[in-house]
């Protein structure tokens, strides 16, 4: 991501993946590699082809106000500023943030749920036990 995010940011020239599934847009990649198609160019590409696809996520739900991106892509700048860039593009007002600790975010969330399962287990174990 250190590098991928700054590279991205250079690309002038966006090629996109035309297919949806990882799959076919390996195979896309693939064929613009072997096309000579510069590696920032590509990853522009795959950077604006997926904030669309959140853009219009957020569009769905009726996103507004700051959106936090999570996650292992949440440091990746060239994601975020695809993101930003589609956002506006989309009239979406929406303040697209991210923190440095934000790719612990689900590892987070899944600590916090375990403890409360695990204390709403404890106690129906002593209720049980009282009975």
């Known amino acids: 991501l250190e590098e ?8 002038r020239h966006p090629e996109r993946p035309s297919g949806i599934c990882a799959v076919l847009a390996e195979t896309d990649v693939i064929n613009m590699v072997s096309r000579g198609i510069a590696t920032a160019d590509i990853l522009r590409g795959i950077h604006q082809s997926m904030a669309e696809r959140i853009v ?15 996650g292992g892509l949440a440091g990746d700048v060239g994601l975020q500023a695809a993101l930003v860039e589609a956002a506006q593009e989309a009239g979406l ?6 923190h440095p600790d934000a790719a612990f975010a689900g590892a987070i969330g899944a600590a916090l749920w375990g403890a409360y399962r695990f204390e709403r287990l404890e ?3 002593q209720q049980a036990s009282a009975a």
């Not at 991928?4 to 690309?11: D, F």
């Not at 219009?56 to 999570?70: F, H, P, Q």
């Open 4 to 11: 991928i995010g700054p590279l991205s940011l250079q690309g």
């Open 56 to 70: 219009k996520l957020l569009r769905a739900i009726r996103a507004e106000g700051v959106v936090l991106m999570t």
């Open 93 to 98: 007002e929406v303040e697209i943030r991210s």
């Open 123 to 125: 106690a129906q174990r």
